[in-house]
C-alpha cells in the first residue's frame, strides 16, 4: 500500500515541482541530481525537498527532481539522519513520460554521506525495472548523485 500511495504522489509531484535554484532562494537551497541514463548524462536542477510524518516519530525526506528540458523525474525517499553505504531508501524511482521505472531492492546501490541540517548528499546507481517483477522492460542508471540544500 505504501508504494502504490508513493507512486501516486509522485506522479502528482512531477506535475508541481518548484526549482530550488531560482532568484528569490537563499544562498544555502539550491542543489542538483546528476547520473547517466543508459550510457546518457543526465542533470536534474529543479528539485524540491518535502519532509512528511508517515508515523509519529518518522520523518522521511522525499527529493524529487526534473529538467525543464525533458520529461524524466527522479524520486528518492530516506529517513532524515540515515546514511552509510548500501542505505536503503524507502522508495527509489525514475518516471520515464508516462511510465514509472521502480528500483527492486537488491538491483541498486545507494550511499548517503550527508543526511542533516538542510542538507542531503549521496550516490546511487542500479536497474530500474516498469514494475516490480523481473521483466524485460529496464533502464540502468550509473553514476548517480545528488547534492540538495533545502
Do not use: W
Not at 2 to 20: E, G, P, Q, R, T
Not at 104 to 123: F, I
Amino acid at each position: 500500500m505504501k508504494k502504490a500511495l508513493s507512486l501516486i504522489l509522485f506522479s502528482f509531484m512531477a506535475v508541481a515541482l518548484n526549482s530550488c535554484t531560482g532568484e528569490d532562494d537563499t544562498p544555502s537551497q539550491g542543489g542538483s541530481v546528476k547520473f547517466k541514463l543508459d550510457g546518457t548524462q543526465k542533470e536534474h536542477v529543479i528539485c524540491i525537498i518535502t519532509q512528511t510524518e508517515p508515523q509519529p516519530g518518522e520523518t522521511v525526506l522525499v527529493l524529487t527532481s526534473s529538467n525543464t528540458e525533458e520529461t524524466g523525474v527522479f524520486r528518492y525517499e530516506i529517513a532524515l539522519g540515515d546514511t552509510g553505504s548500501n542505505i536503503t531508501p524507502d522508495f527509489i524511482a525514475y518516471q520515464l513520460s508516462n511510465k514509472m521505472m521502480v528500483a527492486n531492492e537488491g538491483e541498486y546501490q545507494t550511499n548517503v554521506s550527508v543526511n542533516s541540517d538542510g542538507h542531503l548528499k549521496g550516490t546511487f546507481s542500479g536497474t530500474f525495472r516498469s514494475n516490480l517483477t523481473n521483466d524485460d522492460e529496464f533502464i540502468t542508471i550509473t553514476d548517480g548523485t545528488f547534492d540538495v540544500h533545502y
